[in-house]
């Protein structure tokens, strides 16, 4: 039931369907479960991707790609993280496991943002940290809007009780 609820509320939040998002969700469901990450935050970073790219697929693959992509950079993403990374006082962008485990992910995206609309993070290394097209997509669009999306879909999905799509207070 709570799998439903977290599929119609990102109907409801995202820019999708049911019946575009329930055919595409297993493409990216087990390499998440398999990183850590919790369902919660899966699905918010679907509703705020779809929002962004417009296409359920691109959404998809896009998490799939950067999933894969923050578990195992390779050395000239680690090496453009290193040098953010020194630049920032707090909040800073995580890698591995970290990057994706529990709602890792929903905090890497938050402290991308945030280190881009500070000018602590160029779309240039953006791109350098996450080097695919549909990743950047979807990455790249959570992180010019500041990821307030995500954030507000993280929270209605893991702070609220869904009943049947209606949000009902805990």
Same mark, same amino acid.
Not at 43 to 61: E, M, N, Q, Y
Not at 77 to 106: C, P, Q, Y
Not at 125 to 136: D, F
């Given at each position: 039931?709570?799998?439903?609820?977290?599929?119609?509320?990102?109907?409801?939040?995202?820019?999708?369907?049911?019946?575009?998002?329930?055919?595409?969700?297993?493409?990216?469901?087990? %390499? $998440? !479960?398999?990183?850590?990450?919790?369902?919660?935050?899966?699905?918010?970073?679907? *509703? #705020?991707? /779809?929002?962004?790219? &417009?296409?359920?697929?691109?959404?998809?693959?896009?998490?799939?790609?950067?999933?894969?992509?923050?578990?195992?950079?390779?050395?000239?993403?680690?090496?453009? %993280? $290193? !040098?953010?990374?020194?630049?920032?006082?707090?909040?800073?962008?995580?890698?591995? *496991? #970290?990057? /994706?485990?529990?709602? &890792?992910?929903?905090?890497?995206?938050?402290?991308?943002?945030?280190?881009?609309?500070?000018?602590?993070?160029?779309?240039?290394?953006?791109?350098?940290?996450?080097?695919?097209?549909?990743?950047?997509?979807?990455?790249?669009?959570?992180?010019?809007?500041? *990821?307030?999306?995500?954030?507000?879909?993280?929270?209605?999905?893991?702070?609220?009780?869904?009943?049947?799509?209606?949000?009902?207070?805990?």
């Amino acid at each position: 039931e709570h799998v439903a609820d977290l599929l119609f509320t990102t109907v409801q939040k995202g820019v999708t369907t049911m019946g575009e998002l329930a055919p595409k969700i297993g493409r990216v469901a087990g %390499l $998440a !479960g398999a990183a850590g990450m919790n369902m919660e935050s899966m699905f918010a970073i679907i *509703a #705020a991707g /779809t929002k962004v790219t &417009g296409l359920t697929s691109v959404t998809v693959t896009g998490l799939r790609s950067a999933i894969n992509l923050l578990l195992k950079p390779g050395k000239e993403a680690r090496d453009t %993280l $290193a !040098g953010v990374n020194e630049r920032l006082k707090t909040n800073k962008i995580s890698f591995g *496991a #970290a990057a /994706t485990e529990g709602d &890792g992910m929903i905090r890497t995206l938050r402290n991308m943002a945030k280190a881009f609309h500070e000018g602590n993070l160029s779309a240039e290394e953006l791109n350098r940290i996450i080097p695919n097209a549909r990743a950047q997509a979807v990455v790249l669009g959570i992180v010019k809007e500041g *990821a307030k999306d995500l954030t507000k879909n993280y929270e209605l999905m893991s702070d609220k009780l869904l009943v049947s799509g209606v949000v009902m207070e805990k």
